[in-house]
């Protein structure tokens, strides 16, 4: 879920070909519990295959990324690690939501009420240990790069982009702002028309881009202010202060200056904040790493698709038309451009 800072932070929209040529380090985690969620039946039920393995987050990563590679983007993924001891309480919580939306799902279902199932079924999304080590080797057999991060997959993502190894961090979350990207890219696997809960209206989903140092200048404010501004709204790492929204924890800060200011000048309790702020502004992230492109191994993702997961053996082969087709366009121009 993240901090939920957006109404103090301004994105820029932005066209996919805007990326092109671009190196992108995805969060992992973040985009794959975005497929699980989207990509279901009407009733909420998640694609399966035969032996009724989930197998959304597949065809999510595997579409999507043949549409962005498509059109030039080198998109590298950021798994997560372990992760910090403070997130622990957020993470039983997020079990107990799932367990409580797959409560509510069934229960729609036996209504017959599909439109309100397909709602809970999304908040039911689980990513399993399983998929993750599925959505590597996909990601493996297609020629896709991937890094495992020490800790949160969005810190890692942010130092490689702060390092110049990638030009933007790939996330939903605000998060990536306060570990210190400088390019937040958002809705980059998930464009197109979405339905609104619970409304016959569709939304058309662009990509947007945030850069940190035009939110810190526009707020005038320091980066540890907006993981300040952060920390006083809440994270995935502590609940924030009652009643304290993202305008109102912007004025606090700019009143006051930091944490410790508004605790002695005002009535406002906050633990482990310092604890927070380290997690922020030196998260675990490591140096050891590299990436590459590789050519797809075809055989090897017919294999693993339409064998082991029964997807449709006549759209995978469209799809790896594309990046044949894709690739043969770039090898023309220049080679050592993609590969």
């Known amino acids: 879920m993240g901090v939920d800072i957006s109404d103090i932070v301004e994105a820029r ?41 989930i197998t959304s987050h597949l065809s999510g990563l595997f579409y999507r990324n043949v549409n962005i590679m498509e059109i ?3 998109p590298v993924y950021v798994f997560d690690g372990k992760p910090p001891e403070l997130k622990g309480k957020t993470i039983l919580e997020r079990i107990e939501r799932k367990e409580r939306a797959e409560r509510e799902w ?17 908040q039911s999304s689980r990513l399993t240990p399983e998929m993750v080590e599925q959505s ?31 030009y933007a961090s790939a996330s939903q979350d605000f998060d990536s702002l306060l570990f210190g990207t400088p390019r937040l890219v958002r809705n980059l696997t998930i464009t197109g028309k979405r339905k609104l809960p619970r ?10 881009i945030i850069e940190l140092e035009k939110v810190l200048s526009d707020l005038s404010i320091t980066r540890e202010q907006l993981i300040d501004i952060g920390i006083l709204v ?19 800060i700019k009143t006051y200056g930091r944490i410790e200011e508004i605790i002695n000048n005002t009535e406002i309790k906050l633990d482990n904040y310092n604890d927070i702020r380290e997690i922020f502004l030196n998260p675990p992230v490591t140096n050891e790493y590299s990436f590459e492109w590789k050519d797809p191994n075809i055989e090897g993702i017919i294999s ?15 799809a790896i038309e594309k990046l044949k087709e894709f690739r043969k366009v770039r090898s023309q121009k220049n080679l050592e451009e993609w590969f």
């Open 72 to 74: 030039g983007i080198k």
């Open 199 to 208: 409304k016959n209206v569709y939304k058309e989903i662009k990509p947007e």
């Open 13 to 53: 929209e932005i066209d996919l070909q805007d990326l092109r040529g671009k190196i992108i380090a995805i969060d992992a985690y973040n985009t794959l519990y975005q497929f699980l969620s989207i990509i279901r039946q009407p009733d909420g039920t998640p694609l399966m295959d035969r032996n009724g393995k």
């Open 106 to 122: 069934k229960e729609a279902l036996e209504a017959g009420n599909l439109e309100e199932a397909r709602i809970w079924s999304q």
């Open 234 to 252: 809440g994270t995935d790492f502590n609940e924030g202060v009652k009643n304290v929204g993202p305008k109102k924890a912007l004025k606090l």
């Open 304 to 318: 693993f698709m339409c064998d082991e997961h029964d997807f449709s053996r006549d759209r995978v082969m469209g």
């Open 136 to 166: 590597k080797r996909l990601l493996e057999l297609m020629g896709i790069p991937w890094v495992q991060a020490p800790s949160e997959g969005e810190a890692q993502a942010a130092k490689m982009a702060r390092d110049g190894r990638v």
